[in-house]
């Protein structure tokens, strides 16, 4: 689960990282009395989307005329965001983040993720922070470094040090001292809060040496939520795509994917094998759709109606291996989403197992047209048939 960087920095600030004071607000009139709250002369409004790069898309306005605050967030609220991580289409902003401007002299990148090669969590930290950092990850790896945390002993003062005098030049020992304890922090909330992912992008040192989170993203592990039950009540569905939170709502275990091709499964390593099946056919698959196995007629409608949802999909495989989900339950699923939902694409069936003819018979009875594959290999010919368009 994503949370907000307004939401990531409440909570590094109850950690005691030094953030700088903000507001979260809806409207202009808010923003207009939190730019007062705050004082000063130098603002930030940024926008508050779950998408990164908002810098590069003009979703962070730094400013220092208190109208412009206003004017920003006005802007911000009607338009849709446009960031290198968004669609083209962008995403609406629903809510505004005044904070109180930094001078930075210095933009460092701190991060903190589940290395699964060594199973520990490791440190990220870079010189070379700011908006270009995944220019700087792909063309100059060197400049990015690395401390792996032994669980067991947790984050230790020598780690931070092995990162921070790697920097050139080297802060002042005020600073460094300030440094070596957001390290310290940040992993204690990582492992306190069940991160999956804690990045300060910036972490900057300002003109007068202190040390501020400028930026926070805060992904939280799901399977770990139960005993995050406070965090549990940041999620915000509005960021979610529509086909994710309605296969959430029913169970099914939904993953988007880049390809055309919609897949409908039961169980996940038929589901990873039908994903392979349908690129050793040339075609790239839309989506990896498990409807596991104790799915009824319901679940198998809805998740039907994902994929049929799903504008870019230009054919369907439906690959199920009757167990416990018996053929013909999941016939009368595939029929009941058909009638609701127009079939415009080509359907490819393959069934086995239990009650197979039965679920076969219900499917030919319907007025649906589908390719019916007796196998595996049959169904692939027919995947490749429609990539090449002559099925
Ligand atoms: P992102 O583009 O979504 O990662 O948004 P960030 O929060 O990282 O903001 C983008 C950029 O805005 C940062 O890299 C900074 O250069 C700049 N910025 C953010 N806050 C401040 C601030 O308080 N003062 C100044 N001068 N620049 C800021
Ligand atoms: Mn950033």
Redesign the pocket.
Known sequence: MKIH?YQAKDILRQSGVPV?DGQVVTSPDEAAKASQIIGGN?W?V?AQVHA?????GG??K?VNDPQEVISTTELLLKTSLV?PQTGPEGVNVNKVLV??????KR?LYLGMVIDRKTERPAMIFSQA???EIEEVAKETPELIWKEYVDPATGWLPYQARNLIYRLDPIPAPAVVKQLMSVMAKIYNVFVNRDCSLVEI??L?ITAEDQVFA??AKMSLDDNALFRQKDLLALDDPSEEDPLDLMAKEYNLNYIRLDGNIGAMVNGAGLAMATLDLIKASGAEPANFLDAGGGANEEMIAKGFEIILKDPRVKAILVNIFGGILRCDVLARGVVAAAKKNQIAVPLIVRLEGTNVEEGRKILEDSDLSFLLAKDLAEAADHVAGQVKGKD
């Open positions: 960087e700088p130098l930030v940024k990164g790069g908002r810098g590069k979703g962070v730094v960031t904070e109180q401007g930094v001078n930075i933009e922070g700011g908006m992008n910036p900057v400028v930026d």
